[in-house]
């Protein structure tokens, strides 16, 4: 049985940072790209970053770049997602999901797994 499931989410100011935790199991971690989107209140999820299972390539929304890091540990089982200078607008749930796929997951239909969530609040 595949788990994802994220940590570390919480309250924070503007201008702050958090680091997100994804623990995988049930699956070959290293045989899965990983992704991180987010869910505003009212909106559709969207993409936030994603690190490839070969090279560990990263591609990152616009709206994140130069503010959010994502970075994996195979040895861990575990995806991370480093975000300083937080805004308001990040304000959202995060999720993060695995992609059986050689290239990088941007789209949502492209992930086969997804954890619970992990809320992130950014007061300001």
């Known amino acids: 049985q595949v788990q994802l499931v994220e940590s570390g989410g919480g309250l924070v100011q503007a201008g702050g940072s958090l680091r997100l935790s994804c623990a995988a199991s049930?699956?070959?971690?290293?045989?899965?790209?990983m992704g991180w989107f987010r869910q505003a209140p009212g909106k559709e999820r969207e993409f936030v970053a994603a690190?490839?299972?070969?090279?560990?390539?990263?591609d990152y929304a616009d709206s994140v770049k130069g503010r959010f890091t994502i970075s994996r540990e195979n040895a861990k089982n575990t995806v991370y997602l480093q975000m300083n200078s937080l805004k308001p607008e990040d304000t959202a749930v995060y999720y993060c999901?695995?992609?059986?796929?050689?290239?990088?997951?941007?789209?949502?239909?492209?992930?086969?797994?997804w954890g619970q969530g992990t809320q992130v609040t950014v007061s300001s």
């Open positions: 690190i490839s299972r070969i090279d560990y390539i990263t």
């Open positions: 999901g695995a992609d059986f796929s050689y290239g990088l997951g941007l789209k949502i239909q492209e992930y086969d797994y």
């Open positions: 049930g699956l070959t971690f290293s045989s899965y790209g």
